[in-house]
């Protein structure tokens, strides 16, 4: 784990609440409604101080997100300056704000990274072949079975594997993920040398691995175990040049589709009473802080592809018909104008206060889950 790519992740992760509400608070402020407070995470209050130009900036206590406190900001309200009096126009800007400036974070972050080297996440991964060229192509360990071989020579999590030889023979350098288990089926039962990078060390160690018998045999119960013992996985980095914006572009895309498709399973989960289906397909502080621990590992780029990540996360899910969201109140807002009205300073509160309450138990519950995953 590197401490310094952790700071940075949780860093840019801040960052991303902080980009978020400046939209809002940015195009607030440039069609005429006052702001009166931007926050840092929700209240109470750590720490605060009025500017120059009469709104409140805070650093608070809970750190799942930030705000933008505006002026009236009771769509009932009315005077100058005020939520409430502007149009349904300059609401539907400030509404939409903070999800293009997470967009924008997005593609922006993308773009730098198919320039100085893309982390491949996903099978068939977007990118223009004509004008990329793959600058790494390691193999990690990934889960350790308890007891294996691997285990028994301390072979940890996240350690870059290098290769293996045999006793009388040369060296099988691993390059893929996929060709680990060839090699080691083909040693299977013998004494083998494995080099491998552990905590930015190189270490060469001997190692018995399972017999074919041995492995055959465990796979008629319900604890398989491999000849080495361990699941590994392979990161690449592929870099592009004059097509990095498309690249970011047709990325931002599969992404998009992906992150629909993760919230459909999870809301599919949720509707069909499977806790365990949903909370799968998302995570919470907890979850997020121990990617960005075991990604440090890896370097600056997957820090950066996972924020990317996340930025467009926040995005996808502020533009969710939920009414504490974004989506949620401008879905409100035009609702009420096709009966032309404006919702009543009673009726907001409960709508928003009762669906706040049921996130933060939707996040209470998949924090739980984090803690038991990790």
Request: net charge positive; no cysteine.
């Amino acid at each position: 784990m590197s401490v310094g790519l952790l700071i940075l992740g949780l860093v840019l992760f801040v960052l991303l609440v902080v980009v978020h509400e400046f939209g809002h608070f940015i195009v607030a402020r440039h069609n005429g409604v006052d702001a009166e407070e931007f926050g840092i995470f929700f209240p109470p209050r750590i720490w605060s101080r009025i500017t120059k130009k009469g709104w409140r900036f805070s650093i608070n206590a809970i750190p799942i997100g930030g705000f933008v406190r505006l002026k009236g900001e009771s769509d009932s309200a009315t005077g100058s300056h005020t939520y409430g009096g502007a149009s349904l126009w300059v609401k539907t800007k400030i509404l939409l704000a903070g999800i293009i400036m997470n967009f924008l974070a997005a593609f922006v972050l993308l773009m730098v990274l198919a320039w100085v080297g893309m982390p491949q996440l996903v099978n068939k991964q977007y990118t223009v072949k004509s004008d990329t060229s793959t600058i790494k192509n390691e193999v990690f360990a990934g889960n350790i079975i308890s007891g294996s071989p691997a285990a028994s020579i301390g072979l940890n999590f996240n350690d870059r594997l290098i290769s293996i030889t045999p006793l009388k023979g040369k060296a099988e350098f691993i390059t893929s993920d996929m060709g680990l288990p060839k090699i080691t089926k083909n040693l299977a039962g013998q004494i083998v040398s494995l080099e491998y990078s552990q905590n930015n060390q190189t270490f060469t160690k001997t190692v018995h691995l399972l017999s074919l018998k041995t492995v055959a045999a465990s796979q008629k119960t319900k604890n398989p175990k491999g000849y080495l013992g361990i699941s590994p996985y392979q990161y690449k980095l592929k870099r592009s040049t004059w097509s990095a914006p498309i690249v970011a572009g047709g990325l931002l895309w599969q992404f998009i589709t992906l992150t629909f498709h993760g919230l459909g399973t999870a809301i599919m989960g949720l509707v069909h009473g499977n806790a365990t289906q949903a909370s799968s397909q998302l995570t919470g502080p907890v979850g997020i802080y121990e990617i960005l621990k075991n990604g440090s590992s890896l370097g600056y780029q997957f820090i950066l592809i996972f924020i990317a990540v996340i930025s467009l996360s926040l995005a996808i899910m502020n533009l969710l018909p939920i009414p504490v969201l974004d989506g949620g109140k401008l879905f409100l807002t035009v609702g009420a104008r096709l009966f032309r009205k404006k919702l009543s300073e009673n009726l907001e509160a409960l709508l928003y206060g009762t669906s706040f309450a049921l996130l933060m138990l939707l996040l209470v519950l998949i924090t739980i889950s984090d803690v038991h995953k990790h």
